[in-house]
């Protein structure tokens, strides 16, 4: 019989393949990277507020920082929680505890009351937080040659 298969039966077994099929795995990681940047922008919790633009660089930061938010309308926030400015300290001490000295974000709305922003960074400054900073939106501002004519 010419043509047809021996009787050892080596030639019709099924071999393991030694190479690995990478392409499911791709799929999941790309699946995984679109979800991620889908979600990524939406974590970012907060009072919106119109941050002044500056040229000063942005600071890099380790830890989540405590947060102080001034609207347009003078409401002051700690966090995303509106307080008076006579709960303020009270509140900052009870989340932060005596001995902070962890780094406090002050945003103040563009449109805010330069005098409400200055009260609140007195009234921090005084009951002990030294390590205060200021937030603004990175891009056109500060003062330009126009600016200065004027």
């Known amino acids: 019989m010419a043509g047809s298969v021996s009787s050892g039966g080596r030639r019709g077994r099924w071999k393991p393949q030694a190479e690995i099929n990478v392409t499911p795995f791709v ?83 563009e449109n805010a009351n330069y005098g409400t922003v200055a009260r609140i960074m007195a009234r921090v400054s005084n009951a002990g937080y030294t390590n205060l900073g200021l937030v603004h939106s990175p891009g056109v501002g500060g003062s330009t040659e126009d600016d200065r004519d004027e």
């Open 27 to 109: 799929d999941v990681m790309l699946v995984l990277l679109i979800v991620f940047m889908i979600t990524a922008p939406l974590l970012t919790v907060g009072v919106e507020v119109d941050l002044p633009e500056t040229d000063a660089q942005s600071m890099s930061a380790d830890a989540e920082p405590l947060t102080i938010t001034v609207g347009p309308n003078g409401e002051i926030f700690l966090q995303e929680t509106e307080v008076t400015i006579e709960q303020l300290v009270p509140r900052l001490r009870a989340i932060s505890g005596a001995g902070f000295d962890g780094r406090i974000f002050i945003r103040g709305d």
